[in-house]
């Protein structure tokens, strides 16, 4: 390989692997993560918690409240997923 092609691949690779970016590719990520789960706390209007105590114990609540089953499952794990996701990328963070 010649050296301009060798420069010109490290240059690459400097900008794919910034410390600066990849941080800031994180933060970004953390705040749709956020978002996401800010959406299903209006939708449901409780927190995680509450509303996994009641997908446990007490599920008809939330289908008099007009949520279908199927819904409220599919909720309950991406929820789950999210928290775990964000706690995972707030470690990487610090």
Do not use: T
């Not at 692997?17 to 990849?22: E, G, H, N, T, Y």
């Not at 927190?47 to 007490?58: A, C, I, Q, R």
């Amino acid at each position: 390989m010649n050296r301009s092609i060798l420069k010109a691949c490290h240059a690459k690779l400097q900008v794919m692997f910034d410390p600066k970016d990849m941080r800031k590719n994180k933060i970004i990520k953390l705040r749709e993560i956020e978002e996401k789960i800010e959406r299903l706390r209006q939708k449901y209007g409780m927190d995680f918690d509450e509303f996994f105590e009641l997908v446990e114990s007490n599920i008809g609540k939330l289908l008099e409240r007009g949520f279908d089953l199927g819904e409220i499952l599919e909720d309950s794990l991406v929820w789950g997923n999210l928290l775990d996701e964000l706690d995972q990328l707030k470690q990487k963070i610090k």
